[in-house]
T-cell receptor
Framework: GENVEQHPSTLSVQEGDSAVIKCTYS??????FPWYKQELGKRPQLIID?????GEKKDQRIAVTLNKTAKHFSLHITETQPEDSAVYFC????????????FGKGTHLIIQP | KAGVTQTPRYLIKTRGQQVTLSCSPI?????VSWYQQTPGQGLQFLFE???????NKGNFPGRFSGRQFSNSRSEMNVSTLELGDSALYLC?????????????FGQGTRLTVV
């Protein structure tokens, strides 16, 4: 089955700096890669997703890049703000959608004031 | 529009008991997936239901089962509870069409097995 590795497990950055979280996947059939943000005590919420026919996608301060050949994808957050502090999960699915997602173990992003 | 609703929010059960968790998806969503979240293993896929049929299943023992009703509401059952079943159980619903596959999560049911 699919295996998703996520690094780092904890990331501390100064407010205003950029943060990068990286994930690798094992199943070359995976074609849908969402990123979720989970604040303490709250539900995971989708922040951005990308499909395998696209190399990069941006939404304001957030961007995701996908390298199908190397089987890795990354989340980039620019101009970080205190409200970006949360746990971020990457995921992969070979079913093109949200069912059967395999998640990474998560990255705890800490924004230092 | 109401979000995904899970009940109950908290549960404490004893080893060996069984438990049933409920998930009401967003109106119009026909796909409901269940996930187990623990500090050590992260988010792990349990199973997915679409139009009352289980379409996908994760790597969990047969003690974990589920079902979906005609109104898309779903229940998940865990029998013969073990201490290791203590976790946050999340369900997620989606339209699951080719153009619209975003999964919306509920707030989860926190199960503690003692």
């Amino acid at each position: 089955g699919e295996n998703v590795e996520q690094h780092p497990s904890t990331l501390s950055v100064q407010e205003g700096d950029s943060a990068v979280i990286k994930c690798t996947y094992s199943d070359s059939a995976s074609n849908y890669f969402p990123w979720y943000k989970q604040e303490l005590g709250k539900r995971p919420q989708l922040i951005i997703d990308i499909r395998s026919n696209v190399g990069e996608k941006k939404d304001q301060r957030i961007a995701v890049t996908l390298n199908k050949t190397a089987k890795h994808f990354s989340l980039h957050i620019t101009e970080t703000q205190p409200e970006d502090s949360a746990v971020y999960f990457c995921a992969a699915s070979a079913k093109g959608g949200a069912d059967g997602l395999t998640f990474g173990k998560g990255t705890h992003l800490i924004i230092q004031p | 529009k109401a979000g995904v609703t899970q009940t109950p929010r908290y549960l404490i059960k004893t080893r060996g008991q069984q438990v049933t968790l409920s998930c009401s998806p967003i109106s119009g969503h026909r796909s409901v997936s269940w996930y187990q979240q623990t500090p050590g293993q992260g988010l792990q896929f349990l199973f997915e239901y679409f139009s009352e049929t289980q379409r996908n299943k994760g790597n969990f023992p047969g003690r974990f089962s589920g079902r979906q009703f005609s109104n898309s509401r779903s229940e998940m059952n865990v029998s013969t509870l073990e201490l290791g079943d203590s976790a946050l159980y999340l369900c997620a619903s989606s339209f699951q069409t080719a153009l619209n596959t975003e999964a919306f999560f509920g707030q989860g049911t926190r199960l503690t097995v003692v």
